[in-house]
C-alpha cells in the first residue's frame, strides 16, 4: 500500500514562508509525477504545482508563480513545496499528490491527508 504523509504546515504571517514536505512509502516501482492542491473553505480543490520526476520540470498555477516552488528529492521519495511572500489568499489545506507505477503497465494515483495552511493578515 502506498502511503503520502505531508508535513510543514501552520499559522504564519503575511508575507512570511512554510516549506511543506511530503514522503511516499510504500511498495511501487517509481513515481512518475508529484504534485501539490489545495483547497480552501467552500472552494473546490486546485493544483498549485507540479513536477515531473524524471525530468524535474514543472508547472504552476498563475495565482503562486514567482512565489512558490517545487521540488523533488528522488531517493528520499519526497517532495517539497517551498512558499514564500504567503498572501492570506493562499490560507488551505494543501494535499499531495502522487503518481506512481506500482507495477509494470499500470499508473496510480494516491493523496496524502492534507496539512493545514493559514495565513494571517
Known amino acids: 500500500q502506498v502511503q503520502l504523509v505531508e508535513s510543514g504546515g501552520g499559522l504564519v504571517q503575511a508575507g512570511g514562508s512554510l516549506r511543506l514536505s511530503c514522503v511516499v512509502s510504500g511498495r511501487f516501482l517509481r513515481i512518475n509525477r508529484m504534485g501539490w492542491y489545495r483547497q480552501a473553505p467552500e472552494k473546490q480543490r486546485e493544483l498549485v504545482a507540479v513536477?515531473?520526476?524524471?525530468?524535474?520540470?514543472?508547472n504552476y498555477a498563475d495565482s503562486v508563480k514567482g512565489r512558490f516552488t517545487i521540488s523533488r528529492d528522488s531517493d528520499k521519495r519526497t517532495a517539497y513545496l517551498q512558499m514564500d511572500s504567503l498572501k492570506s489568499e493562499d490560507t488551505a489545506v494543501y494535499y499531495c499528490?502522487?503518481?506512481?507505477?506500482?507495477?509494470?503497465?499500470?499508473?496510480?494515483?494516491?493523496w496524502g491527508q492534507g496539512t493545514q495552511v493559514t495565513v494571517s493578515s
Open positions: 513536477i515531473i520526476d524524471s525530468t524535474a520540470n514543472t
Open positions: 499528490n502522487a503518481d506512481v507505477t506500482p507495477w509494470i503497465g499500470a499508473r496510480r494515483e494516491y
